[in-house]
Structure formats: C-alpha cells, structure tokens
C-alpha cells in the first residue's frame, strides 16, 4: 500500500539536483529562454524521443552516448530547435561543453552532458550567446519556475507538477516534473520537451521499462494538430537520494504525472478551448481501438466541430470508417458523454438529443464515446478543438 500526495514548487521537491532558467537573449523582454537540471553525483537517465525521421541534433547527441550511461548536467533552450542543421548542429552542442568545461567560473565537472532544444528548425544554435548565459547560472539554485518558464514556446501557461509517495514503514520518495508543449502535438511522442526528477531509488531497467509503457497512454496518445516534430524528448532522471522505491507505486506516481501534463499539453493547444476524449471501445483488438481513436483525434473535420460546438456525428462515423480498422455501420454507437447521438436504431438526431449533444459540447472537456461491438479492444486518445487563433499562430511562427 502507499498513498500520493501533489506538491507545490514543482521539481524543487526532489533531492539530488538543481534547476534554474535565465535569459540568453532569444526571447523579447529578456524572459527566461536557457535552463539547466543539475545533479549532485551523475544518475540514472533514460529518455524516449520522437518518431520523426529527422531527429534534431541533440538527441543525435544524446544517443551518441550508446545505452546505460549516467549524465550530471543537461541543458535546455528554446526558440532555437537545433534540427535539420547536419553534423554542424552536434558539433555545436560539443562546443557548447567544451567551453563551458574550459570556463574558470564554471565550478562544476560535466559528466557526459546532454542538450535538449525546441523552437525553430533549419538555424544553427547561437552558441556564443548560450556559452555567455550559462557562465552565469548559479549552479546551486533550486528554481522551478524559472526553468519551467525558459522550455516555453507558444505555450499559455507553465507545466510542473509534483508528488510525494509514501510507502508503508514510513519512507518515502518524489516524483516531479516541468514540460512544454503546445503546438506540433500528435499521438507520435507530442511534440514537447518533458523533464521528470525523481529520488527514488529505481533500478535503470525499470526506468526504462515503465519510461516505455507510460507514453503509450498519455503522451502518444494526444493530438493538437496532427503534426510530429523532430525534438519531442521525454526524459527521466533519479538520483536516487531517497533510498525509497516500490515498483507499483512509483508506476502509479509516473503514470498520474504523464497523464496530466498530457491533458494540459492539449488544453494549451495552439488556441483551443476543448479537451475531448475519444473512447473506441467494443474493437476487435485495442490495436484497432488506438488505430480509429488517434485518427479522430487528428481528424481536422472532427476538430473544426468541437470547434463550432455542432453536433456532427457523421464526423465521427467517416472518420472511424475512413482509419482501415474493422467495422460495422449496423453496430456502431456514438456518445457524447451520456448523449446517444447515433446507434441504428436512431440514425438522425432529433431536437431533444441534438439539443442535449449541443450542451456537451459547450463544456470545456467532455468524451465522445464510440463503441464499434465487435470485440473488446479499448483505447482512449485525445485531442481538442480548432479554431482561428491556430492558424494566427502558425502562420507567422518565425517571428
């Protein structure tokens, strides 16, 4: 048994390491665009990133690294995505801890250093600007916020989240972790940069064993626009510093953790103003069930709806039909929360339950449910509305 209880300040409740964001002049107004996750001795890491083909320098820097090794130091800028800049791009990134490495004021041995990066792709870091910032850190700095404020893009608001464990005989370890993400989100890893601390002290396979499992639900399960980006990094580091661990606890705490700041990455979508869940149940194989959830929650005609608050079930059934799994129109049910818009029996709405569909929608989160009645393949993705504000967004993102 244990019990979980969230916390405040986000990662400055895990022991072992330290945080702060500064600014290295990328972003207006000298808001924090540079951070950096510290640790007291090298630690356990393990990281899950992007399916994009064209992944950015460095994660090619990361896994240059090969399986199993420890980190101390990792370092985070945004408004520069470091992608498609070639071998130049790695070589940056070593230049970068070269000279930091090389610095007199900068106190503190690296041990196999790691980068993360999000913002435009196509340009090469301003590593001049990154070097002079970073010599300016105060390595024993426990700030949360700040560095939780440099990852940030277009993002609306700061994601952090924490939680303590406590396991029976009176010990006990937490769990924390900052993310951004807002646009570029598709159930292929979302497009974010993650970062979760822990003290507990978990053994690296299970790191990665359950680092594997829990994206499945939550952040490769979640769509803003359908697009993949070429630096989603989901990262985990433990020191270890608790001298706690139970392996279903801490399951339970990673998976509460991924789950939300999932949920927030959408309700942050590039102007949405909806969280839906999409429910395929009743499938011939939970593969089936993911392969039809994920397809409305990247449906733009689907979005455009939820968008408009219109009740369009025909939305939902062609999308399902269009997504290659198995089906049946005659078998088909639709919900909208506890609304039945659509089952054979009733294939047009009338006023009533147009009506009482039209409410769900104007509700800030709600679920569309489908159940196909073929099978019991289950799977729950989810998205949200688009609107004018995304494309406001995207159409000028350079500037």
């Given at each position: 048994m244990f019990d979980m209880t969230s916390l405040k300040n986000g990662l400055e409740n895990v022991s072992g390491f330290y945080f702060d964001g500064t600014s290295a002049g990328f972003k207006a107004g000298g808001a924090p665009d540079l951070a950096f996750i510290r640790a007291d001795e090298p630690c356990e890491v393990s990281a899950v990133f992007t399916s994009n083909r064209f992944q950015a320098a460095p994660i090619r820097h990361f896994k240059r690294y090969g399986k199993h090794f420890k980190t101390n130091f990792v370092l985070m800028n945004s408004k520069n995505a470091n992608a498609m800049t070639g071998d130049a791009g790695v070589n940056d990134i070593d230049d970068i801890f070269t000279e930091l490495s090389k610095a007199p004021n900068f106190k503190f041995e690296l041990t196999n250093p790691v980068m993360s990066s999000t913002g435009v792709i196509g340009y090469r870091l301003n590593t001049e600007k990154i070097i002079s910032a970073a010599l300016k850190f105060d390595l024993s700095a426990r700030n949360s916020d700040a560095a939780a404020h440099a990852i940030m893009t277009t993002d609306r608001f700061k994601k952090e989240?924490?939680?303590?464990?406590?396991?029976?005989?009176?010990?006990?370890?937490?769990?924390?972790?900052?993310?951004?993400?807002?646009?570029?989100?598709?159930?292929?890893?979302?497009?974010?940069?993650?970062?979760?601390?822990t003290d507990a002290a978990i053994p690296r396979s299970d790191m990665d064993e359950l680092l594997a499992d829990t994206v499945k639900t939550s952040f490769n399960a979640i769509s803003?626009?359908?697009?993949?980006?070429?630096?989603?990094?989901?990262?985990?580091?433990?020191?270890?510093?608790?001298?706690?661990?139970n392996k279903e606890a801490f399951k339970?705490?990673?998976?509460?953790?991924?789950?939300?700041?999932?949920?927030?990455?959408?309700?942050?979508g590039e102007g949405s103003s909806k969280v839906v869940a999409f429910e395929v149940r009743g499938a011939a194989s939970d593969e089936q069930a993911e392969k039809a959830a994920k397809a409305l929650s990247n449906s733009l005609l689907v979005k455009t709806a939820i968008f408009g608050e219109?009740?369009?079930?025909g939305r939902i059934a062609s999308t399902i039909g269009a997504s290659g799994i198995e089906c049946e129109e005659a078998r088909l049910v639709i919900h909208y929360d506890d609304v039945l818009v659509f089952d054979h029996d009733h294939p047009q709405l009338d006023s009533e339950r147009e009506n009482a569909a039209h409410a769900v929608m104007q509700k800030d989160s709600y679920k569309i449910s489908c159940d196909l009645g073929l099978g019991a393949g289950a799977f729950t993705a989810y998205g949200c509305d688009l609107g004018h504000?995304?494309?406001?967004?995207?159409?000028?993102?350079?500037?």
């Open positions: 989240i924490a939680f303590r464990v406590d396991l029976e005989g009176g010990k006990s370890f937490n769990v924390a972790c900052i993310c951004k993400g807002a646009g570029m989100i598709n159930p292929c890893l979302a497009t974010m940069l993650c970062f979760i601390l803003v626009d359908g697009d993949t980006s070429t630096n989603d990094t989901v990262m985990l580091l433990a020191s270890g510093k608790s001298g706690a661990y339970f705490a990673l998976d509460t953790i991924t789950k939300q700041i999932a949920l927030n990455l959408v309700k942050d219109d009740p369009n079930w504000e995304y494309v406001k967004i995207n159409a000028d993102y350079r500037s």
